[in-house]
């Protein structure tokens, strides 16, 4: 976000006369959770930012997205990294990494439904590419959401193959090499 973005809005609101609906401006909320108070962290197995993380995972892929828990917690997750988004001591994000021999792959990825598009996923992205590079690993892919496509994009990911039903959604394989 541009650095001079918040001053055109406190500008903005003194001028309309509207002050009182300065820490109403969605705009300087998001600047302020998403710059100052998200706090991306690895989270090992076993640890309670690991059962936060699971508990996100449940209400979002289980409980919103209808995925089984068979597949949810498919005995992958012990061999993997993990990392939470953590906003006002809550565990607002989550993903987990798996360190295959070709490349890394991040999957269950998601952020608490109320405080999407405001930054958080792209933080908490973000702070796994950067987690993954200095494990000096570069080759990384995941599989996509249909929807989220261009999430990835503005990472560098490119979309490969076609369309695939996986938990019963249209998924891509992108990977960014
Ligand atoms: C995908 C997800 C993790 C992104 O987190 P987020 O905090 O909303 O992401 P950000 O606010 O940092 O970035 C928002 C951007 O992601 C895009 N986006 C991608 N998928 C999205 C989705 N399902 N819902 C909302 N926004 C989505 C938005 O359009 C926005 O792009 P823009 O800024 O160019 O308009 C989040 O939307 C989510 O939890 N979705 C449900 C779980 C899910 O489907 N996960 C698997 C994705 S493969």
């Not at 500008?11 to 108070?37: D, E, I, Q, Y």
């Not at 269950?108 to 439904?113: L, P, S, T």
């Not at 405001?118 to 996509?144: N, P, T, W, Y």
């Not at 979309?159 to 990977?175: C, E, I, P, T, V």
Request: charged residues 20%; glycine residues 10%; proline residues 3%.
């Amino acid at each position: 976000m541009p650095c001079w973005l918040p001053v055109f809005f406190i500008l903005a609101n003194t001028v309309s006369g509207k002050p009182r609906n300065l820490w109403r401006s969605r705009v300087l909320r998001c600047a302020w959770n998403n710059v100052f108070m998200s706090l991306p962290m690895l989270a090992p197995v076993g640890s309670d930012l690991y059962r936060l993380g699971c508990q996100l995972r449940c209400t979002v892929f289980m409980d919103e997205q209808g995925v089984s828990e068979a597949e949810e917690f498919d005995g992958k997750d012990d061999g993997a990294t993990h990392m939470v988004s953590l906003l006002h001591g809550n565990v607002v994000g989550v993903l987990r990494i798996l360190w295959l021999p070709q490349h890394a792959k991040v999957g269950r990825f998601a952020v608490q439904r109320e405080l999407r598009g405001q930054g958080v996923g792209r933080q908490l992205f973000q702070s796994c590419l950067d987690h993954i590079k200095s494990r000096s690993v570069e080759r990384i892919m995941l599989e996509a959401q249909v929807d989220s496509i261009h999430f990835y994009q503005y990472f560098g990911f490119q979309a490969y193959g076609g369309d695939y039903l996986d938990a019963g959604m249209l998924h891509r394989a992108m990977k960014n090499y």
